[in-house]
């Protein structure tokens, strides 16, 4: 009797997860977009262990090394109390990303919540929630923030919960439309002539497809919130000293100190610049991968 030799199936190709294949091809596709992706990382990670990367103490002083320019023991200098830059730095990138996050997911919700009311319900809702958005929108964002930082206060929770509102309400006219079509798909008008339940449609059907312009819409508000909130520590409006703020360093001894030491007004600007401008591509790739029918708008 021959002998039956059994020979395994040959392997198939390696499954890739569907993040490194999305992360390739952003690299392949988008390698701008992917760079400034890979710089908001390193943002984050900056922010997240702030505390253990600072070399010094955020407020520790040295007078004897005051106004030193940038060396290997203080890389980014000292200001005119002899505190680190590189220090105040990080800890400003960890208050910048807290505020960022807190607000930007604030914001998302809200025009989440407005967008798809307005957008799947219609009719007389649908006009008195964008006619109250024109209206909210004819303000404008710098005005409108500085005034109510004056009534209530600066502080993280009012900065977060103004911003959030300013941008969430704004943001809405971004998810309605993209409601207004997928409420048109077959699918959709196949779940209601089933009787399926309104909540059941869109939790199932309506959010799910709407996901991208969501996630970009949250990616974009982030480094808006950054940049609003850099704004109002410069005018004195945001967090209260002493905690450091990339906009208060700006304000403060970058101003104050320029012609003395150039660091000081240089170091935070261009962390503010990098940052913003890499959210800002990082997010501008993920609406063309996500949402092919975006592809080159602006």
């Not at 059994?6 to 390698?31: C, D, H, W």
């Not at 590189?86 to 919540?113: E, H, K, P």
């Not at 209601?192 to 819409?217: C, D, E, F, K």
């Amino acid at each position: 009797m021959s002998e039956v030799i059994y020979t395994p199936p040959a392997a198939g190709p390696t499954q890739r997860s569907p993040i490194v294949a999305f992360n390739l091809r952003m690299f392949r596709e988008k390698p701008l977009g992917a760079i400034g992706g890979v710089i908001f990382f390193v943002f984050l990670f900056c922010g997240v262990f702030a505390d253990v990367l600072a070399p010094y103490g955020v407020n520790e002083t040295d007078m004897f090394h005051r106004l030193e320019s940038p060396s290997l023991d203080f890389p980014m200098g000292t200001d005119h109390l002899g505190r680190d830059v590189l220090s105040r730095i990080l800890i400003g990138a960890q208050l910048s990303m807290i505020v960022g996050f807190l607000a930007a997911g604030l914001a998302t919700v809200i025009s989440i919540v407005l967008g798809i009311v307005s957008g799947y319900v219609g009719g007389k809702t649908d006009m008195l929630i964008q006619r109250f958005v024109d209206a909210w929108m004819t303000f404008p964002d710098l005005v409108l923030l500085i005034v109510v930082i004056s009534i209530v206060g600066p502080g993280i929770p009012q900065i977060v919960i103004i911003l959030g509102l300013l941008y969430g309400i704004a943001g809405s006219r971004i998810v309605r439309g993209a409601v207004v079509s997928v409420r048109e798909n077959m699918y959709t008008h196949a779940a209601q002539s089933m009787g399926a339940r309104t909540l059941y449609i869109l939790w199932h059907h309506i959010l799910p497809n709407v996901m991208p312009v969501v996630i970009v819409l949250f990616t974009t508000r982030v480094g808006a919130v950054i940049l609003a909130e850099a704004g109002l520590s410069f005018l004195g409006l945001g967090i209260p000293p002493p905690t450091p703020t990339w906009g208060s360093m700006l304000s403060g001894t970058g101003r104050t100190y320029m012609y003395l030491g150039p660091w000081l007004a240089l170091a935070p600007g261009l962390c503010l610049t990098i940052v913003v401008y890499a959210i800002n591509v990082y997010g501008d790739a993920l609406r063309d991968l996500l949402d092919p029918r975006m592809r080159g708008s602006r």
